[in-house]
Every structure is written in C-alpha cells, then in structure tokens.
C-alpha cells in the first residue's frame, strides 16, 4: 500500500524534446506529490510538487499532470536541455507532507546535445 | 541559508565494523529524516525525528542500527556491526514546520568490504 511504481527506469530525449515520467501510486490516503531531482554526489532536490486537489501544475518548463481516480501522476519536462540531464524521483506522502516520503525507483534522463 | 551538512562524505569499513555518520539540519528546522539509498534505487526511509523525538521508525534494522538526536538539533546514525548490504548512500534530510518539502544534504557513501 505504500509502494510508488516509476518509469521509464532511464530515458534518452534529444534536446528540445518533452521528457515524460510516469509514476502510479496504491494508497488513496497520499495527499502530496512531489519530484525531486538528483545529480551525482547530490541529495535529491526538490523540483515541483502537487496535492491532489489539482490535476495539473506548472513550474517553468516543469509540469506535474496529476489523475487522481487512475492514482498515477507525470513529470512533463517541455524543451528539454543537457544540463536536465539527472535522476528524477516522484514520491508521495501523507499528512500533506508532514509524513515522510516514500520514494520511486528513479528515472535516469539523458538530453543528448 | 545554508544547507544541510553531512559528514564524513566516504566511508570504507570492513564487515562486522562499526560505523557512525553526523548531520547538522538546516537552523530552526525541527524534522529530520535519515534515508539509506542503494544504489540504483530511491531512498528508502529510515527514521523520522520531530525535535528529538522518534515519530517514524518501523523501518530501521534496529538490531544494527541506531539513531539520536540530541537537543532536537544534529543527528548521528550508527551502525553496528556493518554488513556488505549496508553499502549505500546515507542521505539526511530536513524540513521546517510549515512546509512539506525536503532539503536533503549531499550525504555519505558507505561502502562496506
């Protein structure tokens, strides 16, 4: 129940191109959704978040769609560039946050120049 | 502000050895979290602190591993005796009172041999 399923497990995009990153999620309780980004020798970073209230958010050139009765939610990443180049984890949490985060397995992207 | 600090940043042990890693929360931050990242993998949690207080921690080997936080301020995690299954990235992560997101530090790589 408190799994976080990701994929792809590693994704090559050229630049300019959309990243997608799906993830889907058991627990209905899970009331936030955040990503996070991780370059080597880094911690994770926070990237974008969403409560479930929405269905889509938008940061820049970073998008969260969320379907709340599909229980999967995606980073969209528009105009991919080299240096998004990263390991991107979604994670969810209850409590709006308050609880700790479990983790997905993590998306290797790759924006070839 | 500055970030979460994390100590040391590489560890080799051998087996059966005893290890202990710090961190030092970002000011004012009363939740911590340790995580433990295996490599390849999202992080997985391994114990939550509010203050000094436990609010989470079913994960934790509790057999090898423990975990204090004096004065609800830095943090240390120990584990005794290592196994070559304990090799990962130990991440800390905190969040201040009012506000879902993490901030992680860069964490320790733990290699045990």
């Keep these: 129940q408190q799994q976080v399923k990701q994929s792809p497990q590693s994704l090559i995009v050229q630049k300019g191109g959309i990243s997608i990153i799906n993830c889907a999620y058991e627990n209905t ?23 479930p209230d929405v269905s889509e958010k938008k940061e820049g050139r970073f998008t969260i769609s969320f379907n709340k009765s599909a229980k999967q939610f995606s980073l969209h990443i528009m105009d991919s560039q080299p240096g998004d180049s990263a390991t991107y984890f979604c994670a969810a949490s209850l409590g709006t946050g308050r609880r700790a985060l479990t983790f997905g397995s993590g998306t290797r992207l790759q924006v070839q120049p | 502000e500055a970030g979460v600090a994390q100590s040391p940043r590489y560890k080799i042990i051998e087996k059966r050895q005893s290890v202990a890693f710090w961190c030092n929360p970002i000011s004012g931050h009363a939740t911590l979290y340790w995580y433990q990242q295996i490599l390849g993998q999202g992080p997985k949690l391994l114990i939550q602190f509010q203050n000094n207080g436990v609010v ?12 204090e936080r004096l004065k609800g301020v830095d943090s240390t995690l120990k584990i005794q005796p290592a196994k070559l299954e304990d090799s990962a990235v130990y991440l800390c992560a905190s969040r201040s009172q009012g506000a879902p997101g993490y901030t992680f530090g860069s964490g320790t790589r733990l290699t045990v041999v």
Excluded: E, T
């Excluded at chain 1, 309780?29 to 409560?51: N, S």
């Excluded at chain 2, 989470?56 to 975990?67: E, H, I, M, T, Y």
């Design chain 1, 29 to 51: 309780a899970f009331d936030y959704f955040p990503w996070y980004q991780q370059f080597p020798g880094k911690g994770p970073a926070l990237l974008i978040a969403i409560r």
């Design chain 2, 56 to 67: 989470d921690d079913s994960q934790l080997p509790k057999d090898r591993f423990s975990a």
